[in-house]
């Protein structure tokens, strides 16, 4: 069964640190583009950030400088580094993998950032 499973995420503090971690079942995703995306209730999901299958990264002005996506091809694994949370980071954060006309979507995992 082909899916995506995405752990990491808990309740921290402001000005805390979580890494959240992605991983496939069923498939390796070294040729994927893997994007992060994000869900507030009440708000649409948004692009958090993304890495290309050569490495190349892109995010959203809100996490720039704060948040840092990397992979792992060899644990078949991508990392999003949350450092400097905010209250406004609290979100279910979701893992995608795109290649061509395939994507997969995880669970997802919450991330709840609060004094």
């Known amino acids: 069964q082909v899916q995506l499973v995405e752990s990491g995420g808990v309740f921290v503090q402001p000005d805390g640190s979580l890494r959240l971690s992605c991983a496939p079942s069923g498939f390796t995703f070294s040729t994927y583009t893997i994007n992060w995306y994000r869900q507030a209730p009440g708000k649409e999901r948004e692009l958090v950030a993304l890495i290309t299958n050569l490495r190349s990264t892109n995010y959203a002005d809100s996490v720039k400088a704060r948040f840092t996506i990397s992979r792992d091809n060899a644990k078949n694994t991508v990392y999003l580094q949350m450092d400097s949370l905010k209250p406004e980071d609290t979100a279910q954060y979701y893992c995608?993998?795109?290649?061509?006309?395939?994507?997969?979507w995880g669970q997802g995992t919450q991330v709840t950032v609060s004094s």
């Open positions: 995608n993998a795109r290649w061509l006309h395939t994507s997969y």
